[in-house]
């Protein structure tokens, strides 16, 4: 069983940065596959970035360019650095991750088991 904690998130204006991390705890002797999604309540779980254990990375089409997904394996961590925030980034960010060689596609929420309590991001106009 893998225990996520996500942090960083908050309220910005349009343009601004916000930097998320996830703290990953237990179950450490297995490799993860570990993303990123966002979900606006009353909506779907929306993929934002993936990472390997390799540090192969996937990111969304809407992502642009101006989010940059990464971990540390040694401090079983994920991070997302997000730059010229739009109000519709605005949302819940969640941390997931799921055994590597399990998951088919990794922007998709419904591969994952292990999720964090989410972080919330609000960016004002």
């Known amino acids: 069983q893998v225990h996520l904690v996500e942090s960083g998130g908050g309220s910005v204006q349009s343009g601004g940065s916000l930097r998320l991390s996830c703290a990953a705890s237990?179950?450490?002797?297995?490799?993860?596959?570990m993303a990123w999604f966002r979900q606006v309540r009353g909506k779907a779980y929306e993929g934002v970035a993936s990472?390997?254990?390799?540090?192969?990375?996937k990111y969304s089409s809407f992502v642009k360019g101006r989010f940059t997904i990464s971990r540390d394996n040694a401090k079983n961590t994920l991070l997302l650095e997000m730059n010229s925030l739009e109000p519709e980034d605005t949302a819940m960010y969640y941390c997931?991750?799921?055994?590597?060689?399990?998951?088919?596609?990794?922007?998709?929420?419904?591969?994952?088991?292990?999720w964090g309590q989410g972080t919330q991001v609000t960016v004002s106009s």
């Open positions: 997931a991750s799921e055994r590597e060689g399990a998951v088919w596609n990794p922007l998709q929420g419904y591969e994952y088991h292990n």
């Open positions: 237990g179950d450490s002797e297995k490799t993860y596959i």
């Open positions: 990472i390997d254990m390799k540090g192969t990375i």
